[in-house]
């Protein structure tokens, strides 16, 4: 981090290291933004007291009230949703990061209480006007479904019942009819969406798009008579508004940028979405009289809604951040296109000019980098232009790491990413690559991933990792880590089998390394959308889940590993890093000499808690300076 010389260093370089990780993990972080019924107040999860809490804001006097006392989740993982009468908040809760949520509800006097309470996970998806209401997906019975709890009897029904996940429930604005998304074609790649009575009889399917596109609601429009939606269809998102009354769909944009839709205002003719343009993401208003878009006048970065986001005819609340501003809460004013921040950024002892920012960039990439592939051998891709962020940590020469993204279909953006800028902090620049199969760029772009894992998304990484590395004389070529969680473990996993003359070290966090177990045992919903989505079945493609996962290839490792992996991790078990740790062994490696191996507990697919967070950035610092070598920045201080 790039430091202002009239800030002077408070500790030794020895304490600096230790100290430096406490405080940037206990920077309190807002999350999950949700207004109030009547638009007066947001309810939102913050940690400033050192444990994630649920606090409201009044939005005419800027007050804040901590409801909650330690009974939410340490996670900050899943949204929160207010009950119609403004009362009440629900709030998921699971077992140790475990995922397996319940549905519970905190009063404005703290009081809490279950308010859905089985087996699997349980994600509410939206609350009716009626007051009465919920509706919400589980995987009680296997397949994640759509449920419908009364609050007046305590009675659950069971909506849907199909082979593929249902999601994305809504409610009409009289809790008559229900719209959300499913799959009821052949084929995998296909999303509808689907309008039914309440109860969940007469079940329609919209027949947005084309086969093969995905399709889903997003807002009911405040006549009930029309429905947001967004399709890719073109290839790129685009955001339509479906009348129900004669079963036609407009269309908005021209097709340029990739864009979601996000919610009606209450006037019924202006709606909200949401612009990818290279590594940012940008809110934008349609008016639907003249079907012109307009942008928020923000500057660049990263700018989004939260589940419920509009407070009145003219406002909306979004959170904003940049790579060296850390997230705030912002009021909108649509009309006038003027803002003011309702929650400000904390930062301790730092400030935002002490963060590393990104560089945006581009590489030509076929797929087949010039390292060495040592594990499966690929002909070239389709030559795709690469995006990806660069950090330059100041260090010269300055060591790097790589960090793939999870999902894998997400895409790293210019916002604040504090394990990002922990890397920095130890003195290492930091790469982020858009490998194709990525979000932002259109349904083609993340095709380019089916039945290819362990592919040409890995050539990408190593690719973009090689021009970095050749066109910037000031990063050390012989210091290069890969570090990832989720898909991005994977990721790491693979890119160590895969080019080990690239990299000195690699940490793999909660990543994938046998697709068949995996496929065996993730949560149903993930086997369907993830797994036979992208790869088909291991009955189907044996090969391919064989050739492609890690643990095939394990004899490649050439350099120290770090295994870090959540006990308690539903989505990707734990058995997938026990079964590395056992590849390794059985190919005499030795543990805590050619490899590091982690179990955590009380935690599952990672953690937004501070004490977790502070757990894995120094399993992190501690891996990266004995087995590379660190030069973290000192915490500085106003003189």
């Known amino acids: 981090m790039s430091l202002h010389v009239e800030r002077v260093s408070v500790m030794s370089e020895h304490e600096s290291t230790e100290e430096l990780l406490e405080e940037l993990a206990s920077l309190p972080t807002l999350a999950h933004p949700t207004a109030s019924p009547d638009g007066t107040e947001v309810a939102f999860y913050y940690d400033t007291t050192g444990r994630n809490e649920l606090h409201v804001l009044d939005i005419e006097t800027g007050e804040v009230d901590q409801w909650s006392d330690g009974e939410v989740p340490r996670n900050a993982r899943w ?30 006097s703290g009081e809490v209480e279950p308010v859905v309470e089985m ?14 209401t919920l509706v919400f997906g589980s995987s009680r019975d296997g397949q994640m479904n759509i449920y419908r709890h009364d609050r007046e009897t305590g009675e659950t029904t069971k909506l ?7 999601g994305g429930a809504i409610l009409s604005p009289d809790s008559e009819q229900l719209a959300y998304g499913t799959n009821e074609s052949d084929d995998f790649d296909n999303y509808d969406v689907y309008i039914a009575d309440a109860d969940g009889s007469n079940p329609r399917n919209l027949e947005l798009g084309e086969t093969g596109a995905e399709s889903g609601p997003a807002d009911w ?43 009606f205002m209450p006037d019924g003719e202006r709606v909200l979405g949401n612009r990818a343009r290279d ?22 970065g990263v700018a989004g809604f939260g589940l419920e986001s ?88 300055s ?27 130890l003195g290492f620049s930091v790469l982020q690559v858009n490998y194709r199969g990525s979000t932002g760029r259109g349904r083609e772009f993340v095709r380019e991933l089916f039945d290819d894992w362990g592919g040409a998304e890995q050539g990408d990484i190593a690719t973009v990792t090689e021009e970095v590395l050749e066109t910037r004389d000031w990063l050390d070529e012989d210091r290069v880590v890969v570090f990832g969680g989720s898909y991005g473990g994977y990721s790491s996993y693979w890119q160590m089998v895969q080019y080990p ?46 050739e492609r996962s890690p643990v095939t290839h394990v004899e490649n490792v050439d350099a120290p590993m770090l295994q870090v992996h959540g006990v308690n991790d539903r989505r990707v078990p734990v058995s997938q890093a026990r079964l590395f740790r056992e590849a390794l062994e059985e190919a005499g490696y030795e543990e805590d000499t050619d490899f590091e191996y982690r179990e955590l507990g009380e935690e599952g697919h990672a953690s937004s808690d501070q004490a977790q967070k502070l757990r894995m950035f120094e399993l992190l610092a501690d891996f990266l300076d004995r087995r590379v070598g660190t030069e973290p920045k000192p915490i500085v201080a106003d003189d």
Do not use: C
Request: proline share 6%; glycine share 8%.
């Open 79 to 108: 949204p929160v949703d207010w009950a119609a009468d403004g009362d009440e908040v629900y709030f998921h809760l699971d077992d140790a990061g475990n995922e397996q949520n319940d549905i519970y509800s905190i009063s404005r």
């Open 119 to 132: 087996d699997g996970q349980v994600a509410l998806a939206d609350v009716g006007e009626d007051g009465r």
């Open 160 to 166: 849907t019942d199909y082979d593929r996940a249902a």
């Open 221 to 263: 429009g405040p006549d009930g008579e029309r429905l947001l939606v967004s399709d890719n269809s073109p290839d790129l998102g685009r955001i339509g508004v479906y009348h129900l009354d004669n079963d036609e769909v407009r269309w908005l944009g021209d097709g340029e940028f990739e864009e979601g839709a996000e919610a």
């Open 279 to 300: 590594a940012e993401s940008v809110p934008v208003i349609y008016d639907l009289e003249t079907g012109e878009a307009t942008e928020f006048d923000l500057p660049g």
């Open 310 to 397: 509009v407070l009145d005819a003219d406002r909306v609340i979004l959170t904003y951040t940049t790579p060296t501003q850390r997230p705030e809460l912002l009021v909108y004013n649509v009309s006038t296109h003027e803002y003011e921040t309702l929650v400000e950024a904390e930062y301790g002892p730092f400030d935002p000019a002490d963060f590393a920012d990104a560089e945006y960039l581009t590489v030509e990439s076929d797929g087949i980098p010039e390292t060495a592939q040592a594990a499966v051998e690929h002909d070239p891709y389709d030559e795709l232009e690469i995006g990806a962020l660069l950090y330059d940590s100041g260090q010269r020469p």
């Open 399 to 425: 060591p790097l790491i790589v960090t793939p993204h999870g999902g894998p279909r997400s895409r790293d953006v210019k916002r604040f990413n504090l394990y990002t800028q922990v890397l920095v902090s």
């Open 501 to 546: 003359d690239l990299y000195e070290a690699g940490v793999a966090w909660i990543g994938l390394t046998d697709l068949d177990d995996m496929f065996e045992n993730t949560m149903p919903h993930f086997k369907t959308e993830l797994m036979q989505k992208y790869l088909g079945t291991p009955e189907e493609n044996p090969e391919l889940y064989t």
